[in-house]
């Protein structure tokens, strides 16, 4: 069983950064690095949303919102894909969480709190 833990969430003031981890365990680095993983956000009463996603073969994709502020990359060796985020704004405060999917497997982390606040 794949399990996924987020860390780095924390209070930054607005500007600032944050830099998450979304790390697996319970699966080589081998079986891994063919997992595609995002990185959603959540807000009570409003719809989880994607904000970042990498490929296998690293693509990666950006919600608009976040374009330009935001990079992900992964390190299959250390099973651990990272959410590198700056200039952050009171808007990205969230809960975070890290999916890991692949056919039929789909993995969700307990999450990580984000909030940009002065």
């Known amino acids: 069983q794949v399990q996924l833990v987020e860390s780095g969430g924390g209070l930054v003031q607005p500007g600032g950064s944050l830099r998450l981890s979304c790390a697996a365990s319970?699966?080589?680095?081998?079986?891994?690095?063919?997992?595609?993983v995002g990185w959603y956000r959540q807000v009570p009463g409003v719809q989880r949303e994607l904000v970042a996603s990498?490929?296998?073969?690293?693509?990666?994709n950006y919600a608009d919102s976040v374009n330009g502020r935001v990079t992900i990359s992964r390190d299959n060796a250390k099973k651990t894909v990272y959410l590198q985020m700056n200039s952050l704004k009171p808007e990205d405060t969230a809960v975070y969480y890290c999916?890991?999917?692949?056919?039929?497997?789909?993995?969700w982390g307990q999450g990580t709190q984000v909030t940009v606040s002065s």
């Open positions: 990498i490929a296998n073969d690293r693509r990666t």
């Open positions: 319970g699966i080589s680095g081998y079986v891994f690095s063919v997992y595609e």
């Open positions: 999916n890991a999917l692949y056919r039929g497997n789909n993995f």
